[in-house]
């Protein structure tokens, strides 16, 4: 009986996971929201970019579950307005791409905002963006 649970509880650890994965600390609402980041300033083993390397920058959206993002943005700046294509609650995405003679030469993995690792003050956060429907008229007794 013991292992049982012991096996049980491995498995929905699987499904459940940390209490903290995928936290969001603030939920902006707006349809429309500029994110900010700071430049990758290196290669991932600590050395420099080679001479010439451009990095640009790509900005993603995707409902909480991560799983069909959609690019936004791309370009050289530190940041994007990004707007909502629907109405739903979105996490943010960002990739570094490092490019030589114009072509892509190498890809970031993509970080989330829901992942404080890689998150900045003040925490993590996601957008929401709703339509409020419009008030019930005519209340009577």
């Known amino acids: 009986m013991r292992i049982s649970l012991i096996v049980f ?9 940390s209490s903290d994965a995928g936290a969001v600390d603030t939920w902006v609402s707006a349809d429309q929201t500029t994110v900010k980041w700071d430049a990758s300033t290196g290669n991932i083993d600590g050395t420099p970019f ?3 390397v451009v990095i640009e920058y790509r900005v993603f959206i995707d409902k909480v579950a991560k799983s069909d993002p959609i690019q936004v ?3 050289e700046e530190l940041q994007a307005s990004i707007t909502m294509p629907k109405q739903g609650r979105y996490l943010v995405g960002l990739q570094a791409l490092k490019i030589i003679d114009g072509e892509i030469e190498a890809v970031s993995e993509t970080v989330w905002s829901d992942d404080p690792a890689v998150v900045g003050t003040p ?4 957008v929401v963006y709703f339509k409020n429907p419009k008030h019930p008229v005519n209340l009577r007794k």
């Not at 509880?9 to 499904?15: K, N």
């Not at 925490?123 to 996601?126: E, I, V």
């Open 50 to 52: 080679e001479a010439g």
């Open 9 to 17: 509880l491995s498995v929905l650890s699987l499904f459940v996971g």
């Open 123 to 126: 925490g993590t956060f996601g």
């Open 73 to 75: 943005w791309q370009g």
